[in-house]
């Protein structure tokens, strides 16, 4: 079975930073593109982050410079590093990822919370 598990939420005050992992396990041949999303309360989840099995990266307008998707082939890890967080940052955040195992799945996280205070 396939999953991934994030980690590196919390609470933070605003200004401050956090980095978040995803880790990817099971039986896997190769991980294609891998993103972080988030879903604050009372909104629909919106795409974050993004980056291809080449780096390629892509970031939401409202994320740009403070932001930054990374990824770890080799230990199929993505991270996002967050910096000068805002409390309209806070929400749920969760990974995703195409991966093919002995068939192609697209796999969410369980999601981790990142709390900024103002």
């Known amino acids: 079975q396939v999953q991934l598990v994030e980690s590196g939420g919390g609470l933070v005050q605003a200004g401050g930073s956090l980095r978040l992992s995803c880790a990817a396990s099971?039986?896997?041949?190769?991980?294609?593109?891998m993103g972080w999303y988030r879903q604050a309360p009372g909104k629909q989840r919106e795409l974050v982050a993004a980056?291809?099995?080449?780096?390629?990266?892509n970031y939401a307008d409202s994320v740009k410079g403070r932001f930054t998707i990374s990824r770890d082939n080799a230990k199929n890890t993505v991270y996002l590093q967050m910096n000068s967080l805002k409390p309209e940052d806070t929400a749920v955040y969760y990974c995703?990822?195409?991966?093919?195992?002995?068939?192609?799945?697209?796999?969410w996280g369980q999601g981790t919370l990142v709390t900024v205070s103002s």
């Open positions: 099971g039986s896997i041949f190769s991980i294609n593109a």
């Open positions: 980056i291809t099995s080449g780096g390629s990266t």
């Open positions: 995703n990822g195409g991966i093919a195992t002995y068939e192609y799945l697209e796999v």
